[in-house]
């Protein structure tokens, strides 16, 4: 997992829940820009947070905007201080199309009616409408939504210069991940990620999902 801080000492909310909602608004406050078209919660904290839960970030950005506001993320997470926010689930909107109408997983239909919007709520509400299965399982989700097209995608500037900062950004984040995993697995024993990375997304699916779709999907 990737872990940025935020919280100051004396600012920590009272409730567990509140915590790490105030920790994941004031990280997404940093990314507000027209390149973010959505930002919420998704993970654990979505559904019943622990205090020892990581806030698992999903992030939609502009098409050919991915890895610009990437660059703005890990730069967020390198000044911050305390806290934990993940940069857990990132992908453009043709990435994100392409998931949500495709999907016939019963996870990630769950996790994603569960998400909790900070930016884009009533985009991410119509979104969730061109995905079949989540209509069919979670019909009060996409109730009154209609997905309107496409939003406007970056320049040829804008998508050059995405390509710069995939280049320079994806090969040292797939490294740490990698790295990260390792040492999970030889000093805790801890369930690790399948990391995906490429020009339109960038993901962390814990493994852990694997082995509930094995015993309860499979």
Sequence with gaps: MISVSLAQP???PESVRTEKMWQAEKFASFLNSPLVLFAGVT???SY??????????FIISRNNGLWRCMFRAYLTRFLARTGEVCLSLNMDMEY???????TR???????SVHV????????????????PYIAEKYPRAVAGKCFQGPQKASGLLGHALDWVFFIALAP??????L????????????????????RHCLFFDNLRYEIIRKQYYI
């Design 10 to 12: 004396g600012e920590v």
């Design 43 to 45: 993970g654990s904290v």
């Design 48 to 57: 019943v947070p622990r205090q020892m839960d990581d806030v698992d970030l």
């Design 96 to 102: 994100a199309l392409s998931m949500f109408s495709e």
């Design 105 to 111: 997983d019963p996870l990630v239909a769950s996790d």
């Design 116 to 131: 909790v919007p900070i930016l884009g709520r009533e985009l991410y509400g119509d979104l969730l409408s061109v995905s």
């Design 172 to 177: 040292a984040v797939y490294m740490k991940a």
């Design 179 to 198: 790295i990260v995993n390792w040492f999970r697995r030889k000093n805790h024993g801890l369930m690790t990620y399948r990391i995906v990375i490429g």
